[in-house]
């Protein structure tokens, strides 16, 4: 084999899909996360829960920005939020002054939505800060608030499927030092949580089988979750689903999925936390 075409077949091996997806192994990623955040008492509370969300910020390099898909923001189109500068979202009622007179007010970060916007379909810009399902948890990961944040709406027209599609999107901005998360819960039935030691097997059963499904990268299973016969029970309205599969949208096939943080509270609802990558 002469020179030349040592070189060529070299060139054609490097931009050949194998080599890509091999490749794209060698590129750092920043994790991506699913949060089931829980009751907004977990912002001043220190327990379980809490310690894993410091611990897990410990375990990766500090992002350069970070987008999140909060149950908590539910349209009827895709919205990205664009502020230069956040403001606080209370959004939950009758809980101890101490938590209104929290503020998590990190810049946003209009030149990341303005990419976002544009790889998106149908989506428009919108000015909100952060809800309690980002700013609760990023209070205990990331207390001094110095990394550019925003969200993105939960679009209650999409089908899963779509929901999923556009967590792929989002995937590419992993490349590039972005933290994102989804921040819901596996299960979200508060009209049948008590405060009771007690466990609802329902529960448990449905909570793993979602833990199953994501480990083994099963995401057919999450897309089509309305199906299982005990969806219905786990989320009779399914905003705190979706951001989980914004998150299962993330992840590449050779990322390593840990299941950092799980429990059951309050009966029935999990507290299931998942690092990808």
């Given at each position: ?108 970060s209009p030149s990341l939505a303005n990419q976002v916007l544009n790889k998106f379909e149908n989506a428009s810009s919108d000015d909100r800060g952060l809800d309690h399902g980002a700013w609760s948890v990023l209070h205990h990961m990331y207390p001094k608030q110095d990394i550019p944040t925003f969200q993105i709406s939960i679009n209650n027209n999409l ?119």
């Amino acid at each position: 084999m002469t020179r030349k075409d040592f070189l060529k077949l070299s060139g054609l091996l490097l931009t050949s899909p194998l080599f890509a997806q091999e490749n794209k192994k060698d590129v750092k990623l920043t994790p991506s996360l699913f949060i089931s955040h829980g009751s907004p008492m977990n912002i001043i509370e220190d327990n379980n829960f809490t310690k894993s969300l410091k611990k897990v910020a410990k375990t990766f390099d500090k992002p350069k920005a970070i987008i999140v898909i909060s149950a908590h923001w539910y349209t009827n189109k895709t919205l990205v939020s664009n502020l230069e500068e956040q403001e606080t979202i209370y959004d939950f009622y009758g809980f101890p002054d101490e938590l209104y007179n929290i503020v998590y007010e990190p810049d946003g970060s209009p030149s990341l939505a303005n990419q976002v916007l544009n790889k998106f379909e149908n989506a428009s810009s919108d000015d909100r800060g952060l809800d309690h399902g980002a700013w609760s948890v990023l209070h205990h990961m990331y207390p001094k608030q110095d990394i550019p944040t925003f969200q993105i709406s939960i679009n209650n027209n999409l089908t899963y499927k779509q929901h999923f599609e556009l967590g792929s999107i989002l995937k590419k901005f992993r490349e590039n030092g972005v933290l994102i998360i989804g921040s819901g819960s596996v299960t979200h039935n508060l009209r049948l949580t008590h405060p009771s030691s007690n466990i609802d097997e329902w529960a448990v059963s449905f909570d793993n089988y979602i833990k199953e499904s994501f480990s083994s990268q099963n995401f057919q299973n999450i897309i089509d979750a309305q199906q299982h016969p005990l969806f219905k029970i786990a989320h009779p309205f399914d905003d705190h689903f979706i951001p989980l599969l914004y998150s299962a949208g993330t992840v590449n096939s050779f990322d390593k999925i840990e299941h950092f943080h799980e429990e059951i509270v309050s009966t029935n609802l999990t507290m299931r936390c998942i690092k990808i990558g």
